[in-house]
Nanobody
Framework: QVQVVESGGGLVQAGGSLRLSCAASGRTFSFYAMGWFRQAPGKEREFVAA????????SYSDSVKGRFTISRDNAKNTVYLQMNSLKPEDTALYYC?????????????????WGQGTQVTVAS
């Protein structure tokens, strides 16, 4: 079992950058595929980015591709989401998720463990 805690959210102007972090407990972090999701008020939770447990493959939603970068440091039990060129439509609660798999799913149902989320607000 793994627990994850997100941090790094905040208020930023459009065009700015933020880096989210997700710290995981346990000594088996490297066994878990990791994903980032987001949920805006009144909308469903949606996929943002995911990374395989090896870090060897990543995937992104079309809305963030080219602007966001997911990475992980298995020695630090941490996964990151670097967000550049932020837009007001990126405003949401961002969640980190984990699944005991090699490859990272792109669906909410594909993950077993979730954090509480970190708020990202992009002002226009």
């Amino acid at each position: 079992q793994v627990q994850v805690v997100e941090s790094g959210g905040g208020l930023v102007q459009a065009g700015g950058s933020l880096r989210l972090s997700c710290a995981a407990s346990g000594r088996t972090f490297s066994f878990y595929a990791m994903g980032w999701f987001r949920q805006a008020p009144g909308k469903e939770r949606e996929f943002v980015a995911a990374i395989a447990r090896s870090g060897g493959s990543t995937s992104y939603s079309d809305s963030v591709k080219g602007r966001f970068t997911i990475s992980r440091d298995n020695a630090k039990n941490t996964v990151y989401l670097q967000m550049n060129s932020l837009k007001p439509e990126d405003t949401a609660l961002y969640y980190c998720a984990a699944r005991l798999l090699a490859e990272a799913p792109r669906t909410v149902n594909g993950y077993d463990y979730w954090g509480q989320g970190t708020q990202v607000t992009v002002a226009s």
